[in-house]
């Protein structure tokens, strides 16, 4: 009879104990990507910026994809406009969080990836809101990417969103850090 307190040979071997080399490879993968995303974001959006007037619509994909220039003070769709430094406070806080949270617990890929793309998307909107006009801290997110009867978003907004769903279905499969 097995002893259920003993771990099966596979999960041991996919666990990388503190300081290894796997680990350390787990945390340059999220680092990796988490610049790969702002730095995407940020291209995207300066290119946006400069060929573009702010309000112009251009179709891609009619009906499916336009690309429409707006700047967005608020969260997803518009919400909180006027409260553009409690969204620099609170995207700082999570990045520093996750950054932590990854350095201290992180142990297997698919979390890696999870949190480094989440990391790079909060970086990229908190990009725009540190250093976009009016000011510091209360900078405006360049938006573009829209689709129908749904909200006009960015890079980072997508690789926040698909690193959210990608936790969820890490912690509803019940796959640990």
């Given at each position: 009879m097995e002893n259920s307190s003993t771990p099966p040979a596979s999960e041991g071997a996919a666990t990388?104990?503190?300081g290894s080399g796997t680990k350390r490879r787990l945390i340059y993968a999220a680092g990796i990507l988490a610049v790969l995303a702002l730095v995407l974001d940020q291209f995207t959006k300066?290119?946006?910026e400069t060929?573009?007037?702010?309000g112009q619509v251009i179709d891609v994909f009619p009906?499916?994809?336009?690309?429409?220039?707006i700047k967005n003070s608020g969260a997803a769709f518009s919400m909180g406009e006027g409260y553009t430094w409690i969204f620099s406070i609170i995207q700082a806080a999570v990045l520093i969080y996750v950054a932590v949270f990854l350095v201290r617990k992180i142990r297997v890929w698919p979390w890696s990836l999870a949190l480094?793309?989440?990391m790079g998307g909060v970086a990229g909107n908190l990009t725009d809101r540190l250093f976009r006009p009016p000011s510091f801290g209360q900078g405006h997110v360049v938006d573009f990417i829209a689709l129908p009867n749904f909200a006009i978003f960015n890079i980072a907004d997508m690789f926040i969103v698909c690193s959210m769903i990608g936790i969820c279905l890490l912690l509803f499969t019940g796959r640990e850090l």
């Open positions: 990388p104990a503190p300066r290119i946006v060929s573009m007037s702010e009906p499916l994809l336009r690309w429409y220039y480094g793309g989440l």
